[in-house]
């Protein structure tokens, strides 16, 4: 998304943290939905991906997705797809890209994806 006047500036990576991008509209509608609903909680998600999207030191909040839902294909190439739990229902999903050292933020929402019930 182009930014235009009005929208928040996000600010650039420093320092070996990975960049954060929205891959589709629905994840960048929902991501305003989760800071809405939860600002700590998604500054707190902001800052894990920031500094490490494969963290894997709470499995319970951020973790790799299994199955049918372990990769995920973006722009012709496949990327691991992960999840942090925002909130007792909102998750943010999202695409490590290695070699752009960029996470892909492809969904976003205040309520549990039906897909993994």
Do not use: I
């Not at 500036?9 to 929205?22: C, D, H, I, T, Y």
């Not at 891959?23 to 500054?43: C, F, I, Q, V, Y």
């Not at 839902?69 to 890209?97: C, F, I, K, M, N």
């Amino acid at each position: 998304m182009t930014p235009k006047r009005g929208d928040e500036v996000a600010p650039p990576p420093v320092a070996g943290e990975w960049s954060l991008r929205f891959a589709t509209n629905e994840a960048a509608k929902g991501w305003g939905e989760l800071a809405a609903e939860a600002p700590g909680n998604t500054r707190r998600c902001y800052e894990a991906l920031r500094r490490d999207p494969q963290a894997q030191a709470d499995p319970d909040r951020q973790h790799r997705l299994r199955g049918r839902l372990a990769v995920r294909t973006l722009g012709g190439v496949d990327h691991p797809q992960w999840e942090y739990e925002v909130t007792s229902g909102g998750r943010v999903r999202y695409l490590v890209d290695e070699a752009r050292h960029t996470v892909w933020l492809v969904a976003a929402g205040t309520r549990h994806p039906k897909d993994t019930e």
